[in-house]
Nanobody, 124 residues
């Protein structure tokens, strides 16, 4: 069992930056592949970024590539999402998730555990 708690969301002006954190409880955090998803009002939840447990390989949605960076600190059981050059269209609730299944981490059903989400609002 893994519990995930996101933090770091808030209100920021367009062009600004935020860093989201996701703290995990439970054992064997380093064995899980991790991801970030987001859900804007009235829209489906979409993939943002993922990081594999082996080798630290990362993958990003095209909409955030070059602006967002996902990272993990296994010693702290935490993953991060550094978000730069934020745009109003980045406004959403951001969720972190843990996958024991691996593989296509851009697909939501690969994930076993989800956090409660943190709100990010980017004003124009």
């Amino acid at each position: 069992q893994v519990e995930l708690v996101e933090s770091g969301g808030g209100l920021v002006q367009a062009g600004g930056s935020l860093r989201l954190s996701c703290a995990a409880s439970g054992r064997s955090f380093s064995m899980y592949d991790m991801g970030w998803f987001r859900q804007a009002p009235g829209k489906e939840r979409d993939f943002v970024a993922a990081i594999w447990s082996v080798g630290g390989t990362t993958r990003y949605a095209d909409s955030v590539k070059g602006r967002f960076t996902i990272s993990r600190d296994n010693a702290k059981n935490t993953i991060y999402l550094q978000m730069n050059s934020l745009k109003p269209e980045d406004t959403a609730v951001y969720y972190c998730a843990a996958s024991g299944a691996g593989g296509r981490l851009w697909v939501q059903d690969r994930y076993n555990y989800w956090g409660q989400g943190t709100q990010v609002t980017v004003s124009s």
